[in-house]
């Protein structure tokens, strides 16, 4: 089974700065869908961005970018302009494209803290 | 249509009782899932529909678990003799697959578990 590790447990970043959240991943697959899901406090978790893994360009939603380096099985989210509704738990996920999408492997989560 | 919905948002019960969580996902989804999420950690894969149609079931997934989908639209996730260890988030989430492969995971608020 695929997994996913999220080394930072907490990160904590100072509001209008920018943040870099890490993902790294196990796969032998070639082609899959890496996301960022962002659960807030009590709240339902909500889609920030998604990558699929035959596109070399990292995506891009606004002020979160990731950083997709495919051979190093990486895949970070960077914030910028930290707003203090961007604290929440951050989730890394990957989802197999061959297998017409059954599971999503999630990590344990990054906890972000926006410090006014 | 409001999204996810998930019904109970909590639910306290005690040891070796049944108890049922229902989730209403997005109409025109076509795929629901249901994950686990104990503190501290990200989403577990417990069983996915297509359509009304059971197609994966996890390891986790004991025989005290069980899930339906009746006519393809709202699904109900049973545990029988509940224990402590099923104390837990309750994660519903649907999605609409694609021809193209996509399949982005829109996720309930939960119905929290506490097993006394």
């Known amino acids: 089974a695929q997994t996913v590790t999220q080394s930072q447990p907490e990160m904590s970043v100072q509001e209008a700065e920018t943040v870099t959240l890490s993902c790294t991943y196990d796969?032998?697959?070639?082609?899959?869908?890496l996301f960022w899901y962002k659960q807030p406090p009590s709240r339902q978790m909500i889609l920030v961005i998604r990558q699929e893994a035959y596109k070399q360009q990292n995506a891009t939603e606004n002020r979160f970018s990731v950083n997709f380096q495919k051979a190093a099985k990486s895949f970070s989210l960077k914030i910028s302009d930290s707003q203090l509704g961007d604290a929440a738990m951050y989730f890394c996920a990957y989802r197999s494209y061959t297998s017409a999408g059954n599971q999503f492997y999630f990590g344990t989560g990054t906890s972000l803290t926006v410090i006014p | 249509d409001t999204g996810v919905s998930q019904d109970p948002r909590h639910k306290i019960t005690k040891r070796g009782q049944n108890v049922t969580f229902r989730c209403d996902p997005i109409?025109?989804?076509?795929?629901l899932y249901w994950y686990r999420q104990t503190l501290g950690q990200g989403p577990e894969f417990l069983t996915y529909?297509?359509?009304?149609?059971?197609?994966?079931k996890s390891r986790l997934l004991s025989d005290r678990f069980s899930a339906e989908r009746p006519k393809g639209s709202f699904s109900t996730l049973e545990i029988q003799r509940t224990e402590q260890g099923d104390s837990a988030m309750y994660l519903c989430a649907s999605s609409l697959v694609m021809s193209s492969g996509a399949n982005v995971l829109t996720f309930g608020a939960g119905s929290r578990l506490t097993v006394l």
């Open positions: 796969t032998s697959e070639s082609d899959y869908y």
């Open positions: 529909f297509q359509n009304e149609a059971q197609l994966e």
């Open positions: 109409s025109e989804h076509n795929r």
